[in-house]
């Protein structure tokens, strides 16, 4: 997406919800790691992710910090749930 005029993130109150996502690495193309996934954290809550070397657990918080896009599928955060790729990425990670 990244839109040539960003949205605010007004106030992050914790909440991120992905949607959906599936997600390929850009240097390992024919390797899928995410496939429809989706998980809801809601704001106030401790959450774990557990599982076998490579599932995707740091992939999700990449995918949050936005350190990549999803392929496909969306990562939403705050109350108003708007896309992490419709925010200036600068002010969203500060």
Do not use: W
């Not at 850009?26 to 401790?46: M, W």
Request: charged share 30%; aromatic share 8%; net charge negative.
């Amino acid at each position: 997406m990244s839109p040539l005029s960003p949205k605010p993130l007004k106030h992050f109150d914790g909440e991120i919800v992905i949607e959906d996502v599936d997600f390929f690495y850009p240097a390992r193309p024919d390797t899928q790691i995410l496939n429809k996934c989706s998980l809801v954290i809601p704001k106030g809550k401790k959450v774990a992710l557990v599982g076998e070397s490579g599932c995707g657990k740091s992939t999700i918080l990449q995918l949050v910090e936005r350190f990549y896009d999803v392929t496909d599928g969306r990562v939403l955060v705050g109350a108003e749930r708007l896309d992490v790729r419709d925010l200036d990425l600068k002010e969203y990670r500060s």
